[in-house]
Every structure is written in structure tokens, then in C-alpha cells.
């Protein structure tokens, strides 16, 4: 369907340029290679071990299904099926599995921010889901709410290292559940131009969720269903079981050729063995069975496996993140996810309350260990605090600036070996006894040697105090005010504005989604 669009706005990078100043100095958008060699801590016998270890769950212990439906059709394709148990062999789970593809595209309305899912790329979402907000200026959790839900997805949409939108950047309570999902994904829809997330919450959600990014799109049934458009992540109710809900907007995607992450929620020692093999061997039984469901009803649908596989603390219980088990396990179903064929997700994510030192150095280790799996799509990559409970603008600016140094440390030209790289004419130059800050070799490159931070202050300690003593999360919260300044919607054809504002309006007046309330 070809046609002419009329546009709105120009975009963020446009106002910036037509002004001559932005709120800060970024990398342009890109789609990060993974050039390093991954870390499989697992031998050739550990990962048989694994294998062996999650087929045996599948085959012997089996997993609970809360649908009716994907019940039926594991029945049909020779699963044994006792009441909503399932058990299902290693050949069957294996034959599926292999069918789904190992590389896909996510297409948004945007096409210039397709997503490549699989292979060597490596991709950032927003932090997505915590039902709290926490700000410099509040300095204290309180419930999330529309204003500061669109704020969040206005930061999605003007970093460029943020490549995909996931769940709500934080859940916005004062609308009610029944038309949250039209208010949310209209203002996603019209703030940013990026990959799209349902949640699979129900029959409603799923279906109005896909027609409004097939209305924002501009597209036909025929052109949404063609390549996938946006995507979907579950998680398994650990240990063991899949509930009605997240299966029926799984299926209802794939029918209609949309992506489908599935994450299990592990915590080893509360949902899983306390040991990290077990734990990672629960998570990917659990993980198969339902990627073997989606394959046998669509081969070839595109699925990725994700893992939430940490542990908790157990003097008190509390969720932990980005420990060295966290990192290990990340590792290892990377390892694992290579061993079956499968795209991986995984995240960046931490247990701290307030963007500290903690807050860091736990989503530092968490997003590195995505790194060092192999991971191809990185939730709450940036904006998350208190294990998922609180959604934090300081806490995203500051993950950022952690996100542009790994695209940067990325970058083949930092390890490149060529002439002009080992430099021996420039060495020759400066000898024994001068520098080579004045000389051409080092003035040809000054300004795109090294990475140039817009969030990390430099100066020594006495500079530092004379510009006012700013510590980082003051930095972030003025960061985060000038880039709410600034932003730009990005252009929406008006046609298609319209339209999808007249589907939000009629869905609303039809009473929207059941609740449970």
C-alpha cells in the first residue's frame, strides 16, 4: 500500500540540529556487533549435562500448562498429557525447537529502527514493568503514574543506544487496568517510532495491542503479518508451570507472525535449585516446552529464549542481582542458548534502592555478563532500581552513559591494526624526548580517539568542587530535565494519528480489558 505521507513534527535530532544545541553529545544510532568471543564456562560435558538435565524435566517430571488450548494441541502432537500436566520427549522438544529460526528482524513503523534479532547484535531496551517511580526531586518511592510513564518513553525514544521499547518504563496506576494498556501504547506509539512490546495479559491486550501498531504503521492485515512488527515476552511461573494468560498471547501472536521472548523468572534457592546448574537447567526445560508449543502450531515462528536466572539472599529471601551467580548463569544459558540455535535475552538489572554505587556496579555486572553470553536483546537496560520494583530517569541517564561505552568498546577500530594504527611514523616523530599531543598523527584523530562521556565529570577533585561539589545522580537529574526540554515526538503520518485516536476512544467506550477486579 503505497502511498504518500503526511507528516508531523521533525523529529528530536531534527529540533536539536535546526537549534544548534541538544541536551548532550550521544553516539549515533547504530546496531552494536558483538566482536568478542563469548565466555562458556560449560565443557563439552556440561553442556550434555545441561541438556541432559532439562530434557529429563520435560520427559519425567513434566510441566504444568494453564491453557486449555495448548493442552489440546501438546495432546495432538503425542505430548502425554495428565490433567494439565505435560510431558513431552527430547526428540519432539528437539525436532521443534530447530525449527524456529535463529535470526530475525523486528520491523516498527520506523523502518530505519528495524532490530536484527540473533547472530552477533547486541540490543538495549528501557527498564520495563516496575510498578514504583523514584526521582532526585521526590527522593522517595512512590506509585507510578501517566506523566512520569511518558517521560520514561520520551528518554526510550531520544537515546540512541536504546534500541527497542519494551513494557511500560514504569506502570502508571492512576489509569485504570481495564484501558491502561490503550492510554500506554498510544503515548508509546506517538513518543517513539521504536520496537514495540505487548504484554500478554489476556485476550484484549494482545489484540488491541497489535492493531494499534498495524493502525500507527499505516500497514494492512497482510503487511503486519508479513514480518514481525513487534514482539512479546513471558515469563513461566516457576517452578514449573505456564499460566493460561502469557501461553494465549503467545499463540495469538505467532498466528499472526509476531516475535515471542520466553523469559523463566528463576531465583535459585526460592524457585530453583540453589545450585546454578539446576537453576539453569529448570529455566531452559521451562523455557522449550513453550518455544516446542509455538514452533509445532507455526514452524518457523520467531522466538527467543530468555533467562532471569539469579539468586536470592538467604539470610532474608530478597531477590539478588548482578552477583557472580547472576553472571555465571547469564554465561551459561548463553552457552546453552548457542547449543539449541536460539536468539537470547537477558538483562541489565540490579537490587539497589537508589542510583548508587550499588546501583552500578550490579547492573555494570549484569550488563557485561549479557555481553559476555552472547545476548542479543538486553532488557531493563536502563532506568532499574530495587529489582524491578522502582523505574528511575536518574538511574536511565547513568545506565546510558554505561550503554554507549560498551557500543563504543565494540567499535573494530579501536582494535585495528593497521598502518596507521601502529603508528611508527608518529613514534619516529617524537622520539626519545618530546609528546605526541601537538604532533598531525595525534591532531588528524583528537576528536574521535576516545570515547567522550557526556555524563562522567573528569576534573580533579579541586575543579570539581569549584563547579558546586555535583555528584553524578545531580548530573543525571539536570540531564534528564534538559532532555525533557528539548524532545520532539518523532514524525506520525496524521492519517494514521487519527485513526489510531479513533481506535483508543472506541475501545474505551466498549469497557476495554476484564480485570480481576
Known amino acids: 500500500m503505497a502511498r504518500e505521507k503526511g507528516r508531523r513534527g521533525g523529529g528530536r535530532a531534527g529540533a536539536a540540529a535546526r537549534r544548534g544545541s541538544a541536551a548532550l553529545s550521544q553516539m549515533p544510532w547504530s546496531i552494536p556487533q558483538n566482536i568478542d568471543r563469548p565466555i562458556e564456562p560449560l565443557t563439552a560435558e556440561g553442556v550434555a549435562a545441561i541438556h541432559d538435565g532439562a530434557m529429563r524435566i520435560l520427559e519425567e517430571i513434566g510441566i504444568v500448562f494453564l491453557n486449555p488450548e495448548a493442552l489440546e494441541i501438546l495432546k495432538e502432537a503425542g505430548c502425554r498429557v495428565e490433567g494439565d500436566l505435560v510431558r513431552m520427549g527430547r526428540d519432539f522438544v528437539m525436532e521443534m525447537v530447530g525449527k524456529a529460526p535463529s535470526q530475525f528482524t523486528i520491523t516498527p513503523r520506523n523502518q530505519e529502527r528495524t532490530i536484527p534479532i540473533g547472530g552477533n547484535n547486541l540490543l538495549f531496551g528501557n527498564v520495563s514493568s516496575p510498578p514504583n517511580y523514584w526521582d532526585l526531586d521526590l527522593n522517595k518511592k512512590v506509585a507510578g503514574n501517566r506523566e512520569q510513564c511518558r517521560n520514561l518513553i520520551k528518554l526510550t525514544q531520544y537515546f540512541n543506544c536504546i534500541h527497542f521499547a519494551g513494557g511500560y518504563p514504569v506502570e ?93 523468572f528463576t531465583l535459585a534457592g526460592a524457585m530453583a535449585p540453589v545450585t546454578m546448574a539446576g537453576a539453569v537447567a529448570q529455566s531452559l526445560a521451562e523455557a522449550l516446552c513453550a518455544i516446542a508449543l509455538f514452533q509445532y502450531v507455526r514452524p518457523g515462528a520467531p522466538c527467543a529464549i530468555g533467562t532471569f536466572t539469579s539468586n536470592v539472599d538467604m539470610k532474608s529471601g530478597a531477590p539478588a542481582f548482578g552477583t557472580p551467580e547472576y553472571m555465571r548463569a547469564t554465561q551459561m544459558t548463553g552457552q546453552m542458548a548457542r547449543y539449541y540455535g536460539l536468539p537470547m535475552r537477558s538483562s541489565g538489572v540490579c537490587a539497589a534502592n537508589v542510583p548508587d554505587g550499588q546501583a552500578m556496579w550490579e547492573t555494570s555486572n549484569s550488563l557485561w555478563a549479557a555481553v559476555q553470553s552472547g545476548t542479543n536483546m538486553v532488557y531493563h537496560a536502563a532506568g532499574w532500581l530495587e529489582g524491578g520494583l522502582i523505574a528511575s530517569p536518574e538511574k536511565f541517564i547513568m545506565d546510558c552513559e554505561v550503554l554507549q561505552q560498551i557500543q563504543r568498546y565494540m567499535q573494530p577500530e579501536i582494535c585495528a591494526t593497521g598502518p596507521e594504527e601502529i603508528a611508527l611514523d608518529a613514534v619516529r616523530e617524537v622520539g626519545n624526548d618530546g609528546h605526541f599531543f601537538g604532533i598531525q598523527h595525534t591532531q588528524d584523530r583528537y576528536t574521535t580517539a576516545f570515547y567522550q562521556p557526556y555524563l562522567s565529570d573528569w576534573r580533579n577533585y579541586e575543579a570539581w568542587e569549584a563547579a558546586g561539589s555535583v555528584w553524578t545522580p545531580e548530573r543525571a537529574n539536570r540531564i534528564y530535565k534538559e532532555i525533557l526540554q528539548e524532545f520532539t515526538p518523532p514524525p506520525l503520518d496524521e492519517a494514521d494519528h487519527d485513526a489510531l485516536k479513533d481506535f483508543v476512544a472506541r475501545r474505551k467506550s466498549e469497557g476495554g480489558a476484564p480485570t480481576d477486579f
Request: charged share 25%; proline share 5%.
Open 172 to 264: 502508571p496506576v492512576d489509569i485504570h487496568a481495564s484501558v491502561r494498556h490503550l492510554d500506554v501504547l498510544y503515548d508509546k506509539l506517538t513518543l517513539t517510532d521504536k520496537a514495540m512490546h505487548a504484554y500478554s495479559l489476556g485476550k484484549e491486550r494482545v489484540e488491541d495491542v497489535m492493531e494499534m501498531v498495524r493502525i500507527a504503521g499505516g500497514l494492512s492485515d497482510e503487511e503486519f503479518e508479513a514480518t514481525p512488527r513487534m514482539y512479546t515476552n513471558i515469563n513461566s511461573t516457576s517452578p514449573l508451570k505456564h499460566d493460561f494468560p502469557m501461553i494465549d498471547g503467545c499463540l495469538r501472536l505467532i498466528r499472526r507472525g509476531q516475535a515471542v521472548v520466553v523469559t523463566p
